[in-house]
């Protein structure tokens, strides 16, 4: 069953938000799930609180409706090529823990793939904060956590989940998943080799600083970076939160269609890899 992740604000000086993603446990489309019929074939997921949008978000809006066709990867804007593109059978995810750090606009950042028993408290105690527990539905002792971080780490490399580093300390969770080998596929047009994020950030002091916006964008340059085949990164936030839609619109995602999931309405929200220098 999808979750809801948590917690960033879009603006400074509005309520912080909770939920960013959701936590769908990797998998495939199964009989019962169906694709929906309202998402155009050329495409390519957080509660309702007041938020003034960017003021140009209708534009963002607009241009992410329009982000429909992937180049040739010969003309994949901005991908630095190796003399071998890596093949998707050595890595689902193209080796995530070697990705590194990257320099953001608030700080040296590092996703740091989990080990359960080095991390599990630090995620199990966010889990538990009641603004992150009311999207990911994992509130509860250790054991809701491991199991959890257990269910990821068990998808054949279909999902990646990290510890965010910013200046050394750990103050995220993510989810760095392949969109297109997920149940999230049965409801878009899903291409090869989309990526999913889900994220929270975990303490109540680093959320309305605009750090979940820089982190998104940057993450998910970092995905277009180092996943060369990769030519979308996508997020399904619930529909009703208006303030985590804004956080992806300011961090260059666009906003596509709506989609029914079975937990929620979601808006899904792409960043495309040739308007990523654009939004």
Known sequence: MPRSDATASATAGTTPVAGIGTGVIPGTCTSTSRTDASVPESLGSEDTLELRLPDNHSERLEVGRRANVAPPPDRLE????????PSASDDLLDQVAEWGPTTTP????HLVPVRIERDLSVVSRWMN????????ELAGPESVTADHLAA?????????PCLGMLEGTPMSYWEIYRADLDPLACHYPARPHDTGIHLLIGDVADRGRR???ALLRAVADLVLAKRFLCARVVAEPDLRNIPSIAAFLSAGFGFATEIDLPAKQAALMIRDRSLRHLL
Do not use: Y
């Open 106 to 109: 608030v700080g040296v950042f």
């Open 78 to 85: 901005g991908a630095v090529r190796p003399a071998t593109v």
């Open 152 to 160: 990821q780490l068990s998808g054949e490399g279909r999902s990646v």
């Open 129 to 136: 904060d009641s603004a992150v527990a009311r999207f990911w």
């Open 211 to 213: 750090l979940g916006s």
